[in-house]
């Protein structure tokens, strides 16, 4: 009998050695004249755990990890006899950080072959599409609205209401655009899905296509996932292959195209209307709203723009979850949200759950803490523009008003975990100039305001004139923040100003001996 | 020490334009395409574009030199990129790019004088829970610790 393996080619586990255990893997079974089948998934997002490699057993697959090419050839004869093991996991699904999650993005992600379309529809996948051939634009839009769904990328905005904006629209060509620029440090939730689940995203795409009569599409990838680039790649053209993408799909009178673009190393075209400047093959500048690119968005036609997230969202909701998916969360923020543990922190990786689990219960409890095993100090959610939040708002629910009214924000979901070295001004010092070496140029607050906060801080971390130059950065803050075209410029302030609010007593004359190693 | 890339050739370089000029807003495919043959991007590419593609040479040039990933000379023979983002700074990534920086003796963004080593920062590999990470010539790495970055340093300078 051919002992079937599971090893993640997902990014994140080919990092650290999961090419080197499925190469040891197969020459291990060679020498025992054992025939195995490894079959190369994505991550299930326990990172702690990659590479994390499985068994299909009688029982469910059983996992094993974190594995070493080294550990390799031993876990092989555990799995071939079923002893024990010591890297020795149990069956993947009843892992406790993996049970206690809410896969409804996610639940594939990890257990299928990212390459096969016959993998993924035995797996519900296109059942979404089949619905929503079935019922067409209108049903569709309703469903999407009944969700609850809201923008992924991090404005919140309600799907339904853009796709219907487009819908009502009468063109000859609209184009749906997927936003899968996921610059911000601790997020990575977009990356993950493409490799490991990217027919979910062609779907969700597919149907988002059918409800607002658009026949193109683009997926706008970052240079920096050439993982993702090669898996989205592979996935479209099997969807081809199979008849879920081109002319007339699934046997409708509907047609889709879809391509990949890559970014160039742009962190403001995350920004959508800088990201559709840049998929014209522009420069990648922020253009002013309105129009909204609902309206003129790709070449000026009109443009259904969302985040990976989003169109990842849409098969579970078109398969008949709408009511389901709308049934978790809390407030404003329905279903799940996909989060990303990350930075300094013992159980990092992806963490699907519905909103409203407090911020404390995803750090300390899911995450287990730092991995340096000091205290807590900092998390920053929702990356490079989002707030630092102390372990005094821990009791802040994962919601898009409850962060909002804290002056945070929970953009794409990423949250990144500090211990107690953690220099504060010295982190402000780097959102400055981060948004410097970032900005578009193209309105002045941003473009000249963070150079002016980068020179302000190392003022103030030299010790001159502290009050003072506190009250220029603040001042500073405000007018990116209420001047500013974009989230670039506009949010930049967040991480600046969350650091002096809750952390002031890192901003004053560094010690002798810091200023010396700057 | 022989290159992965092609000489310029402009000749070479009009073919690889001519194959992409059919699509929608060609400009960065056809940038990425020329720097995957030959390294970076001659300038003499820029006015070959501006006319296949009926645009200005100034826009042309205004895109190449937005984007960060474009090159303009050939970068060393392997390039190092050190994630310098939150999430790998949370996790040691300060000492540790301090630590290449010694050990090839230049600073990020700069080429080694043996033109062996290109030192890059990127920004976010999405690696963020395996961090500190990085990437030698499009092989990710990452729960990376002095050991490991030494070996890398060590592999880039061979």
């Not at chain 1, 003072?468 to 209420?482: G, P, Q, R, Y």
């Amino acid at each position: 009998m051919t002992l079937r393996i599971f090893v993640s080619r997902d990014a994140g586990a080919v990092a650290v050695g999961a090419d080197e255990v499925a190469l040891v893997l197969g020459l291990a079974a060679r020498k025992r004249g054992t025939e195995i089948e490894i079959i190369r998934t994505g991550s299930r997002g326990l990172y702690w755990l990659e590479p994390m490699i499985e068994v299909a057993t009688p029982q469910g697959r059983v996992a094993f990890g974190p594995v070493t090419e080294f550990d390799a050839s031993s876990v092989l004869d555990a799995m071939i006899s079923g002893g024990a093991h010591p890297l020795r996991l149990g069956v993947a699904d009843e892992i406790p950080w993996l049970k206690r999650q809410t896969r409804l993005t996610f639940a594939r992600c990890g257990a299928v072959d990212p390459r096969s379309v016959a993998d993924y529809r035995a797996h519900d996948g296109y059942r979404g599409l089949e619905r929503a051939l079935a019922l067409g634009p209108d049903a569709i839009l309703a469903d999407v609205t009944t969700s609850g769904l809201r923008g992924r990328g991090g404005a919140g905005f309600p799907t339904g209401i853009k796709w219907k904006t487009v819908a009502q629209i009468s063109a000859e060509r609209k184009y749906i655009v997927c936003n899968a620029d996921e610059g911000d440090s601790g997020t990575f939730a977009d990356r993950m899905i493409m490799e490991g689940d990217p027919f979910v995203v062609i779907e969700g795409m597919t149907i988002a296509a059918i409800a607002v009569g658009a026949t193109k599409g683009y997926i706008y990838i970052r240079s920096e996932y050439p993982h993702a680039v090669e898996a989205m790649n592979a996935a479209i053209a099997a969807a081809k292959r199979a008849g879920y993408l081109g002319p007339r799909i699934g046997g409708s009178g509907h047609s889709f195209d879809l391509e990949v673009r890559v970014g160039a190393g742009a962190y403001v075209c995350g920004e959508e209307t800088a990201l559709l400047e840049s998929l014209q093959g522009r420069r990648g500048i922020v253009r002013a709203k309105p129009p909204l690119p609902a309206h003129k968005g790709l070449f000026g036609k009109p443009t259904v723009i969302n985040n990976v997230l989003s169109f990842a969202a849409i098969p579970f909701i078109l398969a008949g979850g709408a009511k389901a998916y709308a049934d978790f969360g809390m407030g404003r923020s329905r279903g799940t949200m996909p989060i990303q543990l990350a930075g300094n922190i013992r159980y990092g990786g992806l963490f699907e759950a519905a909103f409203g689990i407090t911020l404390g219960e995803l750090v300390d409890d899911v995450g287990g803490g730092t991995l340096t095993g000091r205290p807590v100090r900092a998390v920053q959610v929702g990356g490079p523009l989002g707030a630092y939040f102390p372990r005094a708002l821990f009791d802040t629910p994962f919601d898009y008003e409850a962060f909002a009214a804290r002056d945070g924000l929970i953009g794409h979901g990423g949250i990144v975990v500090f211990d107690d070295s953690v220099d504060m001004s010295k982190q402000a010092r780097f959102a400055m100039e981060f948004c410097a070496i970032e900005s578009c140029g193209k309105c002045t607050p941003c473009r000249i305001g963070s150079t002016r906060g980068v020179e302000t801080i190392d003022k103030i971390r030299a010790g001159d004139r502290v009050p003072e130059n506190i009250a220029v950065v603040e001042d500073l803050c405000n007018t990116m923040k209420f001047g500013s075209l974009c989230a670039l410029g506009g949010f930049t302030p967040y991480p600046v100003m969350s650091a002096l609010k809750h952390f002031r007593e890192d901003f004053s004359a560094a010690p002798p001996r810091l200023q010396a190693a700057e | 020490m022989t290159s992965i890339y092609e000489p310029w050739d402009a000749a070479r370089g009009a073919e690889i334009i001519a194959q992409h000029t059919h699509l929608e807003g060609a400009t960065l495919v056809i940038l990425h395409a020329l720097q995957e043959a030959f390294g970076y991007v001659p300038e003499p590419a820029i006015p070959m574009i501006a006319s296949a593609l009926n645009l200005s040479r100034a826009e042309v040039h205004g895109v190449f030199t937005f984007y960060h990933d474009f090159r303009r000379e050939p970068a060393g023979r392997h390039v190092l990129k050190l994630c310098r983002a939150e999430a790998c700074q949370a996790a040691g990534g300060d000492a540790l790019a301090a630590r290449a920086e010694a050990k090839l003796g230049i600073a990020l963004g700069n080429t080694t004088a043996d033109e062996r080593v290109t030192l890059e920062p990127i920004y976010c590999l999405g690696l963020c829970a395996t961090a500190p990470s990085a990437m030698l010539d499009g092989r990710v790495v990452g729960r990376l610790n002095e050991a490991r970055i030494d070996a890398l340093v060590a592999e880039a300078q061979r």
